[in-house]
């Protein structure tokens, strides 16, 4: 190959996209950044409802999802919430903590990327948007491909493409079949941090369709406690957004509706006020406390009914289960659960480790976090480690 016109081409100008152009960039690398997008960051305009939660003070690599838990450690590390907070003040971007570490733009999440775009051009970094990418090969020590009619070649290749979570904002599976070509193992991509739908015996409650309450909800050996939201086909809402992440199909997800009750608060409440009925005495929204009571079979008033059968309430309320019949599907998952196998990957460089000058960054890889700023922040790790090995 005659010398390449770059030393990399980042594929896919999202957030991780943006940060590994600019870190390379900024480190004296001649960089092409290529979306298939008419503009960059789109993800990250419509996140956080346009304001942007772009990091989470609590990140920790036990907040991400993946086949290999320690493969995390090596760039959250070195790239942590407090760096691209640095970078946000130093861009006097206002910011805000909403709830649970997460943190938001006052403002707009436009500021975020006119940042990342700032950045890029500090390094000299080439952004194109708006064509395909074609025909992506590999040899004599480097790639070419085309992006819409035109030819390009570079030394490195950074697959940034995302997961095909969110289709209608262009998403696909792009990245896999990229890497599957250059023999990388693919593990299977599921939709995650999305609503689950509900079936059989549970349909009944999509009556209750907009009633939200703060539970406590379990999939596996993963538990939130935050608010789940009843849907005309579901459940959603963040605790269940989380656990969805968790949740495989033919599993339960179970439901404390009463997280901080104590076991026999109901034995109690019938002494405290006998003629109460159970609906009128659980804590929740009055259209869920009496589905609740009527699928419990429990009417009239509380001293009518015995100890145990109020126990035997009580203990149902703390682990509610429901049998989800999937979810709402990539059109309406935040991110991705799997992606390209980190055990082709270097850890600390994001490197392929059978194709030399092959990286993957971001949500392409099978590093998924937990809702609140978690993919952001791995973004902008996975963008950086691979920036400073370019």
């Given amino acids: ?202 349909v009944l409650f999509r009556d209750l369709s907009g009633v939200a309450t703060p539970v406590e909800a379990r999939a596996g050996k993963a538990a939130f406690r935050e608010a789940a939201l009843f849907t005309h086909k579901g459940l959603s809402g963040p605790a269940i957004l989380q656990v969805s992440s968790y949740w495989r199909h033919g599993e339960p997800v179970t439901i404390d509706f009463l997280p901080d009750a104590a076991p026999d608060w109901l034995i109690e409440a019938k002494r405290a006020r006998p003629r109460a009925t159970l609906a009128s005495t659980l804590p929740l929204p009055d259209r869920l406390a009496q589905t609740l009571a009527d699928r419990l079979a429990l009417s009239g008033e509380l001293g009518a009914l015995t100890d145990r059968k109020l126990a035997e309430a009580g203990a149902r309320l703390k682990r509610w289960p429901f049998h989800p019949n999937g979810t709402e599907g990539f059109a309406k998952a935040e991110v991705t659960v799997g992606g390209i196998s980190t055990a082709n990957l270097s850890s600390q460089t994001m490197m392929a480790k059978s194709v030399p000058g092959l990286y993957a960054v971001g949500e392409a890889v099978d590093v998924t976090g937990w809702l609140g700023g978690y993919n952001f922040q791995w973004a902008w790790a996975s963008g950086y480690a691979a920036g400073q090995a370019l």
């Avoid at 004296?28 to 996140?47: N, P, T, W």
């Avoid at 709830?99 to 500090?122: I, N, P, Y």
């Avoid at 079949?177 to 079936?199: H, I, M, N, S």
Wanted: charged content about 20%; glycine content about 14%; some cysteine.
């Fill in 1 to 202: 190959m005659t010398a390449p016109d770059y030393d990399a081409i980042v594929l896919g100008a999202g957030a991780a996209g943006l940060m590994c152009a600019a870190v390379a960039g900024q480190r004296g690398r001649r960089v092409l950044l290529l979306d298939h997008a008419e503009q960059v960051g789109k993800k990250i305009l419509i996140s956080g409802g346009g304001r942007c939660n772009f990091t989470n003070i609590h990140t920790a690599p036990d907040r991400y999802i993946s086949a290999n838990p320690h493969f995390a450690k090596s760039a959250l590390a070195r790239y942590t919430a407090a760096d691209f907070i640095d970078l946000v003040n130093a861009y006097g971007i206002a910011h805000h903590e909403k709830t649970l570490g997460q943190l938001f733009c006052d403002g707009s999440a436009k500021q975020v990327v006119a940042m990342l775009l700032e950045e890029c051009a500090k390094g000299g970094v080439d952004v194109r948007c708006g064509q395909p990418v074609r025909e992506v090969t590999h040899g004599d020590g480097g790639f070419r491909m085309s992006f819409g009619d035109q030819p390009f070649t570079a030394a490195n290749l950074v697959i940034a493409t995302g997961g095909p979570s969110i289709p209608k904002m262009g998403a696909s599976g792009f990245a896999y079949d990229l890497a599957r070509q250059f023999g990388l193992k693919v593990v299977e991509p599921r939709p995650a941090l999305v609503p689950l739908t509900l079936g059989g015996g549970d």
